[in-house]
């Protein structure tokens, strides 16, 4: 719940807006306060672990814009313009995907000059710095006015922000208003840790409620807008239901996501957007792969060798977000010297392969992609495709990749190579995926299964990341510190052999194979030539009848 979300702060800034623009990591905790008397006694908890600066009241207006057709809630951004005491700015933020008690996130702004409109000013900024191109000027869609009370709080491990909000929310037409009272602590220099441990404390001794939304975010729920929603939700099925039925609904899922997380990816502010749409695609890719027989084969493997690329381009970037995101965890371990030249080594690397990103995710060939994936889902299946019901063919899958599981863990030698180890978490990858599309006719009986997988790639996955960090780490020329970064890093992955000894005995894979083997028996329809009696069906649990 506590946990640091990273996000990377380097955006691609153009040469004629670089030295206008500002930049700026916040790090803020916020709290939702039901009555007046909730912050009188908040403050005095303050004061009793930390000095507390006098409270400066000032006022403060924002305007959040968007465009009619919600471009910007797509991409996961959130663009004010705030009107103050101080010159009007605009100001640009994503939208985190997950919720976090911790909200860091990056935020880049710019003064507005007098006389300046908001709407091209903001259209500008969006397409010079984050390479979204509107094709209208996006107009106000939120109103939020902030009577303000602000202070310092100064702490032997940090020095942070305090913001006593009270505001009055509503709709540009007036035509909804609501009130929120939220107290934020931002982090000005220090320890987040140490900050997010005081406010830790405070919670449980005031019983406060944490708030892991944005004010926009929450505003916008307050008075009824569209929620920021990516790909869609769950469609019912069940194993009576057509093969063919079941294999679109999961595949068309798929695709949903990557349509709905491509204009977040390409912004390239929050990595989860980006990792979304790479478990996607990678999904769909593997879809097609389960469902083979069930597709078109030419246009199938056409489809999966343009997914497979579109993987690769993915790929790249989230890695360099993965071992960023890793660096600052690692903070503690291998040192402060250590961690920011190892982050500025990865960060100037991140900024070509966002451009790279960008370029494909804007390019005739991704739409091609997606239309082409639309079309090759939606074909009938071949004349020898087999048919039957989503319970049969659920049977079928769950029997074919466990079996093709086993037979890659068997392989293993006796000393395994990191190469071995990708290879078993891709193979129990694909095991997981194939059951996950098949698990809208198996109930909660694959959750076991799916769960133990799960754990194991995590795991496998870490190792993974580490051995990718050390492999396209330079050492030549590497300044002292990033040496003793990699080192220690070289130092967590230990002895792979051992390691990957302990991962295979939590996952137990032959009795994760048996258990399959289980269910794929119980979802077979009985033989046409033998009938369940009725005495059967009367004390064993009913079997989908065949399509």
């Known amino acids: ?42 403050l005095d908890a303050i004061r009793a672990r930390a000095q ?27 663009a004010r313009v705030r009107r103050g005491k101080k010159p009007p700015s605009l100001m640009i933020k994503p939208v985190l995907l997950a919720p976090q008690a911790v909200l860091v996130r990056p935020e880049l702004g710019r003064t507005l000059v007098d006389g300046e409109p908001d709407g091209p000013a903001l259209r500008a900024f969006l397409a010079a710095e984050l390479g979204v191109d509107l094709d209208a000027d996006p107009e106000p869609v939120l109103l939020l006015k902030s009577a303000r009370r602000k202070g310092v709080i100064e702490h032997a491990a940090f020095r942070a922000e305090i913001c006593d ?11 909804r208003t609501a009130r929120l009272h939220e107290v934020e602590l931002e982090l000005l220099e220090g320890d987040l840790d140490a900050l997010s441990a005081m406010v830790k404390e405070l919670v449980q001794e005031l019983d406060l409620q944490p708030s892991t939304l944005g004010k926009y975010v929450r505003a916008r729920d307050l008075l009824g807008l569209p929620p920021f929603r990516y790909g869609v939700g769950k469609t019912e099925l069940t ?47 593997s879809g097609l792969r389960v469902f083979r027989k069930n597709l078109d084969k030419d246009a199938r493997k056409a489809l999966g060798n343009e997914l497979k690329q579109l993987g690769r381009t993915l790929g790249e970037l989230r890695d360099l977000d993965v071992h960023l995101e890793n660096a600052v965890r690692d903070r503690q371990t291998i040192g402060a010297e250590a961690t920011d030249a190892l982050l500025a080594r990865l960060r100037a690397r991140r900024g070509p392969v966002v451009q790279k990103v960008r370029a494909a995710l804007g390019s005739t060939a991704f739409e091609a992609l997606l239309e082409k994936a639309e079309w090759v889902i939606g074909s009938p299946p071949p004349a020898a495709a087999p048919g039957g019901t989503a319970g049969a063919l659920a049977a079928r899958v769950l029997r074919r990749e466990a079996k093709r599981y086993a037979r890659q863990i068997e392989a293993l030698a006796d000393v395994p190579t990191a190469d071995d180890l990708h290879d078993v978490r891709i193979a129990g990858k694909r095991l997981r995926y194939a059951i996950e599309f098949v698990s809208p006719v198996l109930g909660d009986e694959a959750a076991d299964a799916i769960q133990r997988l799960r754990l194991a790639q995590d795991e496998l996955g870490a190792f993974q990341d580490d051995v990718a960090l ?11 510190a990033t040496a003793n970064a990699l080192a220690a890093v070289a130092s967590r992955i230990g002895d792979p052999a051992a390691y990957l000894r302990g ?11 048996k258990d399959l083997k289980r269910l794929a028996k119980a979802l077979m329809p009985p033989p046409a030539a033998e009938p369940a009696s009725e005495a059967a069906e009367a004390t064993e649990p009913p079997t989908p009848d065949p399509a």
């Not at 403060?60 to 991409?75: M, Q, S």
């Not at 909000?165 to 035509?175: I, K, N, Q, R």
């Not at 050390?470 to 002292?480: I, K, P, T, V, Y």
């Open 1 to 42: 719940m506590w946990a640091l979300l990273w996000v990377e702060p380097l955006p691609l800034m153009s040469a004629e807006t670089q030295a206008d623009t500002q930049t700026h990591i916040e790090a803020e905790l916020k709290l939702l306060l039901a009555d007046e008397n909730g912050i009188d006694a908040l």
């Open 52 to 78: 507390l600066g006098s409270l400066v009241p000032t006022e403060h207006e924002d305007i959040y814009y968007d465009t009619p057709e919600g471009d910007l809630r797509k991409a996961g951004l959130g």
């Open 165 to 175: 909000d009270h505001v009055e929310l509503a709709l540009p037409d007036g035509s």
């Open 239 to 285: 194993a009576d239901v057509e093969a063919q039925t079941l294999i679109r609904a999961r595949l068309l899922r798929q695709l949903a996501k990557i349509r709905a997380h491509a204009p977040g990816t390409a912004v390239a502010l929050d990595p989860e957007q980006l990792h979304d749409m790479r478990v996607a695609s990678r999904r769909l890719r």
């Open 470 to 480: 050390l492999a396209q780490a330079d050492h030549e020329g590497a300044d002292a």
């Open 503 to 513: 991962v295979l005995e939590r996952l137990d894979a032959p009795g994760l194979r």
